[in-house]
């Protein structure tokens, strides 16, 4: 059998895991959340809140849908067309087009481009959570963080672009091989270490204070049989108005990390709550089948872009000869960017999925709806979020369930449904 023919079976292959790791991961039956209840928990918030809050995501959407036709115009402009390959040609030029020069600096100036591109758009963002009070970060603080941002992108950038093309040149046959096995094992590699080398580069992790909370929290991870080295508090008051917690990280670097604004913001039996709903997540692997699904996803992704490179009208629309060459680095680009455009909404559906099911998690845990409906609440006002957002926005891109979903969802629990 030829590299294609192979190419072919492990595409088949690998789709047909990650069909059934997301059948067997994802929780596909969902715990009760009755209409009529969303609509009473809707009547029930202050309607002066939630006209702010869909205020502010009217003021948002102009900026993030423009984000997003700009970024996906400018990748498919340098991808579709020989612009891209020029510019690659353009930078790589003064090392004498080097191919190391190719792959890593001319890779990440089409990038580069197309961060810029939307740079506006990200600067109107800010300006608009500014203006509704969420942030508490200067215009300094804040182009501090993009070029921290910038900077981390640009050296996991680097080091993937030049692994990529180092296998593409030296297994000009077999690269999507081990260009696939590369991206399966990138996507671990950086669930295991962006918790413990990424993110302290923009906060500081302090473990929570002894004292009456965090021993109700540990009793809580014991009670859940949850083993959790430690709740972490991250100081995100540096930045946001806005409260929050997550878990992060799987084996030895998973944490569960609470905002310092929601342990000023909240009262510790709605903490109790928010940490609940993360030890849902570490019980039921969360963060290992999304790392799982995601190296599944990346190792296919390789192998599609192999085989899309025997499309002869394609690459002569790019200007390049072979998929596999750094020139046509933006070509890959632009796919990923239309991949990624077009598998949000699935990848929403499956994190709601999973939210639902850590909110079940904290009820059962809890056996508190009260807190859980009163911390919903809370998370929609402080943060401003729409507690019953537009269907399309929902279904294209929302990762969680609604506020009055998840208030719904606790009323119902408090009435025994779904346990
Ligand atoms: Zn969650």
């Known amino acids: 059998m030829t590299p294609r023919g192979w190419a072919v079976v492990t595409l088949v292959g690998l789709v047909v895991l990650l069909i059934a790791s997301v059948a067997l991961l994802v929780p596909w039956s969902r715990p009760p959340a009755p209409r009529a209840d969303q609509l009473d928990a809707l009547r029930e918030l202050a309607p002066t809140e939630v006209a702010r809050s869909r205020a502010f995501h009217a003021a948002l959407r102009p900026g993030s849908y423009g984000a997003l036709a700009i970024g996906l115009l400018a990748a498919l402009l340098l991808g579709l067309t ?28 089409v990038v580069l481009v197309a961060d810029l591109v939307t740079l506006p758009f990200t600067a109107w963002r800010h300006a608009v959570v500014d203006r509704y009070g969420l942030s508490t970060q200067s215009w300094g603080g804040w182009t501090v963080d993009l070029l921290k941002s910038y900077a981390v992108s640009a050296v996991i950038g680097a080091v993937a672009l030049l692994g990529f093309y180092t296998v593409t040149r030296f297994a000009p046959r077999w690269w999507w091989a081990f260009g696939a096995a590369g991206a399966a094992v990138l996507v671990v590699l950086l669930s295991f270490v962006l918790p413990v080398l990424v993110e302290p580069v923009f906060n500081r992790f302090t473990p929570m204070e002894p004292g009456p909370l965090r ?25 946001t108005r806005a409260v929050n917690a997550y878990v992060s990280g799987f084996g030895p670097t998973r944490r569960i990390v609470v905002y310092d604004t929601l342990l000023r913001e909240a009262s510790p039996a709605e903490v109790t709550s928010v940490v609940a709903h993360e030890l ?35 690459l002569r629309a ?60 809370r998370l929609a006002t402080v943060n401003l979020a729409d507690p019953d957002p537009p269907r399309w926005e929902y279904l294209y891109s929302a990762s969680h369930p609604s506020t009055v979903e998840r208030m719904a969802a606790a ?5 025994g449904e779904g346990r």
């Not at 849902?280 to 192998?303: M, N, P, S, W």
């Not at 990923?336 to 994190?351: D, F, I, N, R, Y």
């Not at 009323?411 to 009435?415: E, L, S, V, W």
Request: charged share 20%; glycine share 12%; net charge positive.
């Open 82 to 109: 020989p612009l891209g390959s020029r510019l690659i040609g353009l930078v790589s030029r003064p090392f004498g087009d080097h191919w190391i020069a190719q792959a890593v600096l001319g890779g990440l100036a």
């Open 215 to 239: 021993t109700e929290l540990t009793a809580l991870a014991d009670r859940d049989r949850v083993p959790v080295r430690d709740v972490l508090v991250a100081d995100a008051s540096r930045r």
């Open 280 to 314: 849902g997540h570490a019980k039921d692997r969360d963060v290992l089948a999304g790392t799982l699904t995601g190296a599944l996803g990346a190792a296919a992704a390789v192998t599609v872009l192999y085989l899309l490179g025997s499309w002869g009208g394609l």
């Open 318 to 377: 790019a200007g390049v000869e072979s998929i596999g060459q750094p020139r046509a680095f933006a070509l890959v680009f632009a796919v990923v960017a239309v991949a990624g455009l077009v598998s949000t909404p699935a990848q929403a559906l499956l994190s709601r999925r999973v939210e639902a099911r850590a909110d079940a998690h904290a009820l059962a845990l809890t056996g508190d709806p009260t807190n859980f409906e009163a911390m919903q609440r």
């Open 411 to 415: 009323r119902a629990y408090g009435r």
